[in-house]
Each structure stands twice: as structure tokens, then as C-alpha cells.
């Protein structure tokens, strides 16, 4: 590249928000799963008193039609029927009845069936519900969970304080940046976005505000002025890239381009010809980028902490 950094500011004076460091399962999101898995686990069985929240079966006796019925489900609790009707359930058994007056008149409810759904206690035959080999118990359960949520959670913090450092490092060097390079980057970013909007069946003239819509050329100079920054950013990536693996910018595009391929569901080629180089280089450099950022001791340090 001709553009490059001159002065590159130290990426460990760079504070890291603690909140991007966060990563372990606490005691608090473990009993919250604990929980939902005990909903999930949830049965329904024969109660003798109504209660809220139980599904009631009553037979209704009515002058009006809408009430005279065979079987009237009730919900108490829930809203989905007659406030006074859902009320005067509550605390009946079944078999009894419940007379009650409304503006279609007098309705009589005789409780056929109530059923109250249940939730699985937390305990050892919860999680054996689950199946999970070796896992017979409470404590194994949230040993097992920790140990299969933890390591992939750390590794996310872990790209979440890079970028920050990726974004800081940005703000605070010093570059020499060449305007025909920047140019000429900047407009095919804008235009491999613009075209990707419209194979995608959008208008990316459509004003975001008033009436009268965009010519092409506006709207594309409007992306470029938004995505002016992002250059710098670019040879930022390029810079940390290059110098923490001590490989050039071709060689670690080399050394990706099947993976990146295999992950577009393409061939090495169709990837070359459908996706513009610089964007293949700029999901290189800031892969590169964040992933070696995030192995260093700094970033390792704050996620202990």
C-alpha cells in the first residue's frame, strides 16, 4: 500500500471497556437457564380448586345462546375472557357451581375440569431430562454448562476488546495517507455496496428523509462521505496485520482465500471474480487484525480481571 502508518500509538495505553470483558456464566444468567428449563419441562394435571392461571372447563346455563353451552373454557387470570366470569371460577371445585350477573343476563357455570399446568423442579431429574451424557446431576449439570458456554464466550470478549483497541489504535497514530489510493478504495467500497443493494431489491435512492428521490451519483457520494473514516481504519488493520504476524498483506490473503471461499460457498475463483480484491483484502487485514490483538497478553490480562 502507499498509504502506511508513520507514528503507530501504543495499543496497551489503550483502555478496554470492562463491560467487553465479561465472558463467564454467572450464578445469576445459570439459575435464570436452570428456570427455563424447568418451564420447558412444564406438564399439565388435574387440580380440585381453581386457581389463577389454571384452564377451567365449565358447563354454562344461560338464556343467551352465547353462553349456553356444553363446555365453556375459562383461563383465570389470563384475560382472554369475561373479567367476571374468569372471577367467579376462582375457588370453585369441580362439580360446583357459580351464578353470575351480566349484561347478557344470568349465567350459571358448573366446573367440569380444571387443569394446572406445572414446572419441573430444579434438581437432578430436570437435567437428566436433557440427556446429556455423564450428566446425572445438578453440579455436574452446571459444571457441563459453564465448560461448554465458557470458552466460546471468552474468545467473543476477547474480539470485542481487539476491536476496540483496533479502533483506538485508529483514532491515535499518525498516518500518511495517499489520496489516490484512499479514492479509488473509498469508491469501490461504494460501489461494491450500492450494487449489492440493488441485486438485493432495494432503492438506495429512496431519500431517508423528504420526498424527492437521490440520483446514483448522490447517493454514492453521500456513502463515501460516511465511509471516509473507514480507510484509515483499513491501514490501521493492514499495519497490525502485517507487523504482529510478520507476513504481508498478499500472503495472509493468500493463505485465507480458500477458507474465505468455503465460507461464501464459492470456489477460489468464482470468489476472486465476484468479490472486488479490496474487499477481500479488508476482511483479511481486520480478521487478521483482531485475532492477533486478541491473543495478546493485554487483552488476555483484562479478561482475568
Not at 493468500?254 to 477481500?280: D, F, G, N, W, Y
Request: net charge negative; with cysteine; glycine share 6%.
Amino acid at each position: 500500500m502507499k498509504s502506511y502508518v508513520t507514528k503507530p500509538f501504543d495499543y496497551t495505553l489503550i483502555p478496554v471497556d470492562p463491560a467487553l470483558t465479561l465472558w463467564r456464566v454467572s450464578d445469576k444468567e445459570l439459575a435464570e437457564h436452570l428456570e427455563t428449563l424447568s418451564h420447558n419441562h412444564s406438564y399439565e394435571a388435574e387440580a380440585d380448586t381453581v386457581q389463577m392461571g389454571d384452564s377451567v372447563a365449565c358447563r354454562g346455563e344461560s338464556k343467551s345462546s352465547r353462553w349456553n353451552r356444553p363446555v365453556l373454557l375459562f383461563y383465570p387470570g389470563r384475560g382472554l375472557c369475561t373479567k367476571v366470569l374468569e372471577d367467579a371460577c376462582i375457588g370453585a371445585r369441580v362439580g360446583e357451581q357459580r351464578s353470575v350477573i351480566t349484561e347478557d343476563g344470568e349465567i350459571t357455570l358448573t366446573v367440569l375440569k380444571i387443569l394446572r399446568r406445572s414446572y419441573m423442579p430444579v434438581g437432578d431429574a430436570l437435567v437428566r431430562e436433557e440427556h446429556i451424557p455423564g450428566v446425572e446431576t445438578l453440579t455436574a449439570y452446571r459444571k457441563w454448562y459453564r465448560e461448554s458456554n465458557e470458552p466460546t464466550r471468552r474468545l467473543h470478549a476477547s474480539y470485542r476488546c481487539a476491536l476496540q483497541l483496533i479502533h483506538g489504535f485508529a483514532a491515535k497514530s499518525e498516518f500518511s495517507l495517499d489520496q489516490e489510493e484512499k479514492d479509488a478504495w473509498l469508491r469501490g467500497r461504494v460501489d461494491s455496496i450500492y450494487k449489492a443493494m440493488v441485486d438485493a431489491g432495494m432503492d438506495p435512492t429512496i431519500p431517508k428523509e423528504g420526498f424527492d428521490f437521490l440520483t446514483e451519483e448522490q447517493v454514492k457520494q453521500n456513502m463515501y462521505r460516511e465511509y471516509e473514516g473507514m480507510f484509515t481504519e483499513h491501514v490501521a488493520k493492514v499495519y497490525l496485520a502485517e507487523t504482529m504476524t510478520g507476513r504481508t498483506l498478499s500472503e495472509l490473503v493468500a493463505s485465507r482465500l480458500s477458507a474465505l471461499a468455503a465460507e461464501a460457498h464459492m470456489t477460489v475463483s468464482q470468489l476472486k471474480e465476484q468479490v472486488p480484491a479490496a474487499v477481500i483484502e479488508e476482511k483479511v487485514a481486520g480478521d487478521v487484525a483482531m485475532e492477533e490483538l486478541a491473543k495478546t497478553a493485554y487483552v488476555q490480562e483484562k479478561l482475568e480481571k
